[in-house]
C-alpha cells in the first residue's frame, strides 16, 4: 500500500488573531491587597484601583504595580460615621477626586481625596467684591454666583475650626435620601436649576447597590436603588468653599436629587433586580442586572435611551447573559461584560457585536488526518483551539485600565490582570 505523503505547508487551523488576550502575571491575592472581599472596584485617571471590601468596612487603594497605598489612604481602612462601620459595596471616584460610595442604605457617602491630598487651610466665611465701582463684602456662596460681582483677591476671612475642618475631610453622608433638600424644592445657586422638591420617592425606603459618575460639567452623580428598580441621579450643589493649602479655592458639595432615569418594566432601559453601575468616559451609563428581560443596559448620557436594539444587537440578546455581575469599557470603546455562571468575560464591539470570550483558558490541539490532494492522499495536521471555563470561580467585578482589564476571581481570592497581545495592540482597526 502507498502511504501518504506529509504534505509541506505549516499546519491549518491557525489564524492570526488580532484581538487575542493573555493573562498578566503575577496574580494579585486578595491577601495581598489587604482585602478579605472584594463586592466592586474602580480605576482612576492617575492608574489607582479602589477596592470595596464589605466584611473589613474599608475601601483598600493599590497602585497599577500591585502596591498598597497608605498615608492619607488609612483612613478609608475603617469606614464609619458616627461611630457606626460603613460596609462598601460599591465605589466611584470622579474627575475631581471625590470617591462616592454606597452600602445598601438610602446614603451616598463621600470622602474628598484631593481635599486631603492637597490640605486646607480654611473655610471661607466672606470675601470682597467689587460692584458697580464700590467695594462689598459678602458671603461667597451670593458672591461667587452673583453677576457683576467681582472678587478682590487676598481678600478672604478664613474659618480655621479644626473640628469644621475635619468634618469635610472626614467620611461624609454626601447625598442622604431622606434630607429635608429632597423633600422641598432646592434652588442650585450655579445655574438657578430647582431640584430636589419629591417628598414621595424621598419617604421610600431605599437600598442603593451601585454608584458612578456622570460628567464633571453636568455635576451628576447616578445611584442604582434596587429596592425600587429605579436609577436616579443627584446633582453636586455648593455648600463650604475651602481655602487648600496650595492656595486653590475648591467648593465641598452636598447632592440632591434631580432625575428619575430609568425604572422597572418592560422594554429597553428597564430596571429588574439591578447589582452593577458603570459610566464610561463620555458619561454613557452601563448596568447588569439579573431580573427579566435583558441582562444588560447601556443608556446614553444626558438623554438616557437605549443605546441598542433588542433584535439586532448581540449584546441584546435575549438568553446571552446568565448571571451578568459588571460591565466595563475598554480604551477602545469595547464592551466587557462579566459573567459568574459562564465563569467568563464576553467581550462586545462598541456596537454591541459579540466577539470572543475572556479570562478563559484555552489550549491548541494537534489533530492529524488524511486529504487528498492531486489524486495524492496526504497526512495533514490541523491545531483546533479548545476553551475551558476553569479559570474563574465565582468572579465579581471588572475594572480596565490603561489596556489592562482587571477581573476579581472571588471563589479563587485574587485579581487576574489580561491585556490583548502585541499584535492585537498594534493593529489599527482590529476589528477589520
Known amino acids: 500500500m502507498e502511504l501518504p505523503s506529509t504534505g509541506n505547508g505549516n499546519p491549518t487551523g491557525i489564524s492570526e488573531d488580532k484581538d487575542a488576550f493573555i493573562e498578566i502575571t503575577p496574580r494579585w491575592a ?27 468596612h474599608r475601601i483598600s487603594v493599590v497602585r497599577p504595580s500591585g502596591k498598597r497605598e497608605t498615608g492619607i ?41 484631593y481635599l486631603n491630598m492637597a490640605g486646607v487651610e480654611g473655610i471661607v466665611t466672606s470675601f470682597d467684591y467689587r460692584v458697580d465701582g464700590e467695594i462689598v463684602t459678602e458671603d461667597p456662596y451670593i458672591g461667587e454666583f452673583t ?26 453622608p454626601l447625598y442622604a435620601s431622606r434630607d429635608q433638600s429632597n423633600r ?10 430647582v431640584l430636589g422638591n419629591n417628598p414621595v420617592y424621598a419617604s421610600l425606603t431605599k437600598s442603593f447597590i451601585a454608584v458612578a459618575d456622570e460628567s464633571v460639567e453636568s455635576r451628576h452623580i447616578a445611584v442604582m436603588d434596587s429596592l425600587n428598580n429605579r436609577l436616579i441621579n443627584f446633582k453636586l450643589v455648593p455648600t463650604y468653599l475651602l481655602k487648600l493649602s496650595n492656595g486653590f479655592f475648591i467648593w465641598h458639595f452636598k447632592g440632591v436629587y434631580d432625575n428619575l432615569l430609568a425604572s422597572d418594566g418592560t422594554g429597553a432601559g428597564t430596571i429588574s433586580e439591578p447589582n452593577s453601575l458603570y ?32 433584535g439586532t444587537d448581540d449584546i441584546m440578546d435575549l438568553g446571552r447573559f446568565k448571571s451578568p455581575m459588571d460591565a466595563v469599557v475598554g480604551d477602545d470603546g469595547a464592551i466587557f461584560v462579566l459573567d459568574s455562571t459562564q465563569n467568563a ?20 490541539i494537534k489533530e492529524t488526518d488524511t486529504t487528498w490532494i492531486d489524486n495524492e492522499m496526504i497526512l ?41 497581545t502585541e499584535a492585537g495592540i498594534e493593529d489599527p482597526n482590529p476589528y477589520d
Open 30 to 56: 486578595f491577601s495581598e491587597l489587604g482585602i478579605s472581599s472584594l463586592s466592586d472596584m474602580e480605576t482612576t485617571e492617575d492608574g489607582r484601583l479602589y477596592f470595596a471590601d464589605p466584611v473589613n
Open 73 to 113: 489612604y488609612e483612613s478609608l481602612r475603617q469606614l464609619s460615621f458616627h461611630g457606626s462601620p460603613l460596609s462598601p459595596v460599591s465605589v466611584a471616584v470622579d474627575d475631581r477626586f471625590i470617591l462616592y460610595f454606597t452600602n445598601r442604605s438610602d446614603t451616598v457617602y463621600a470622602w474628598f481625596q
Open 147 to 172: 453677576e457683576g460681582y467681582t472678587r478682590l483677591d487676598h481678600s478672604e476671612v478664613l474659618n480655621t475650626d479644626p473640628a469644621l475642618i475635619d468634618s469635610l475631610l472626614s467620611i461624609v
Open 184 to 193: 422641598e424644592a432646592t434652588i442650585d445657586p450655579i445655574d438657578g436649576s
Open 279 to 310: 459610566s464610561d468616559e463620555n458619561g454613557n451609563l452601563l448596568y447588569t442586572q439579573f431580573g427579566d428581560y435583558f441582562g444588560f443596559h447601556k443608556l446614553r448620557t444626558g438623554m438616557y435611551t437605549t443605546a441598542f436594539t433588542f
Open 345 to 364: 468575560v464576553l467581550k462586545f464591539s462598541p456596537q454591541g457585536e459579540f466577539q470572543k470570550f475572556v479570562a478563559i483558558r484555552e489550549e491548541w
Open 380 to 420: 495533514r495536521d490541523t491545531l483546533v483551539q479548545v476553551s475551558y471555563h476553569d479559570l474563574l470561580d465565582a468572579p465579581k467585578a471588572l475594572a480596565f485600565y490603561n489596556e489592562v482589564l482587571y477581573v476579581s476571581d472571588n471563589g479563587n481570592q485574587r485579581i487576574l490582570r489580561f491585556t490583548r
